[in-house]
């Protein structure tokens, strides 16, 4: 399976090449292009042309150009507008569409922040700098605790997206694994609302959970491990899916499949390391931010 999987891979790498050449390119181009070209090296597809044109492109654009803000200078903003309707992408600070004067929805502060953890993330592993590094995010961790104790909170889903993105960009994406007391108030949250995740019938949710929970070291016998697997064995699609097969957006079905998946799989994880070893000091410092 393993070297099926791989072969399909470095196939669809081939593809995703020719179909993605060097080009001069705005900011959100400039990160596809960089997130599709690291993968595509890792499967043996490389391209030296595209790395030395997406540097010099990226040089081009500020933080703020990537990221909606700079977390060197600032914590994750609430002024950041939602996508509009239309299709447009409003400036930060807008509340009203420039194009269509629709009236815009504010993402919030924890999605800004986690966007902005897996885009300096994947930066960093393929070369390329964003305008800030994974680091600069990394240090705003503090600004986003205490984290919400209720599923009700407006907020709730964010941030929960933010604690395994957290433990997904440290851990090199389920390559080693974590020690809960690197992140006691991450480990702590997933710990306390992985039953509600499960009551709330959330396959993705669970997923992500399952994963970060087992990369911390929490066995297929404790109750959460165990809750969460059962349910996501009991919710599966008749089609293999996890999800709602009934919408057209085929993100609904293929994320939660991806997370649902991800979250049953035995992982062999390495000694507990962090991505970047250099943070660790970092994570000592942030540990004991955020209480109230």
Not at 40 to 54: F, H, I, Q
Not at 79 to 87: A, F, K, L
Not at 203 to 218: D, P, R, S
Not at 264 to 288: H, I, N, Q, S, Y
């Amino acid at each position: 399976m393993r070297r099926w999987a791989r072969a399909e891979g470095a196939g669809l790498a081939r593809r995703w090449r020719a179909l993605n050449p060097p080009v001069e390119a705005d900011p959100e181009l400039i990160f596809d292009l960089a997130y599709g070209s690291l993968y595509a090296d890792l499967l043996g597809v490389r391209d030296r042309a595209m790395r030395t044109r997406l540097r010099a492109s990226a040089a081009r654009f500020s933080a703020r150009d990537f990221l909606w803000f700079d977390p060197a200078a600032e914590p994750p903003p609430a002024d950041v507008p939602e996508q509009c309707r239309c299709g447009l992408w409003n400036g930060r600070g807008r509340k009203t569409c420039a194009g269509c004067r629709r009236r815009l929805s504010m993402s919030t502060r924890y999605l800004v922040w986690y966007v902005a953890l897996i885009r300096t993330y994947m930066a960093a592993r393929y070369g390329v700098s964003l305008g800030a590094t994974y680091a600069d995010v990394l240090r705003r961790l503090p600004a986003l605790r205490p984290y919400p104790a209720a599923r009700s909170d407006a907020d709730f889903v964010d941030a929960a997206y933010a604690v395994t993105h957290v433990v997904y960009t440290l851990n090199d994406y389920n390559v080693y694994g974590l020690r809960p007391g690197w992140l006691p108030h991450e480990f702590a949250f997933l710990k306390s609302h992985a039953a509600g995740a499960v009551e709330a019938g959330d396959a993705e949710m669970v997923g992500e959970f399952l994963e970060c929970l087992k990369c911390f070291g929490l066995g297929a016998r404790g109750p959460a491990v165990r809750a969460g697997t059962d349910f996501l064995l009991a919710s599966q699609n008749a089609d293999g899916s996890w999800g709602d097969t009934r919408s057209d957006n085929t993100y609904a079905n293929y994320h939660p499949t991806l997370a649902a998946a991800c979250g049953l799989t035995d992982v062999r994880w390495r000694a507990p390391r962090l991505a970047f070893p250099e943070l660790k000091p970092l994570l000592g410092r942030l540990k004991a931010s955020g209480r109230k």
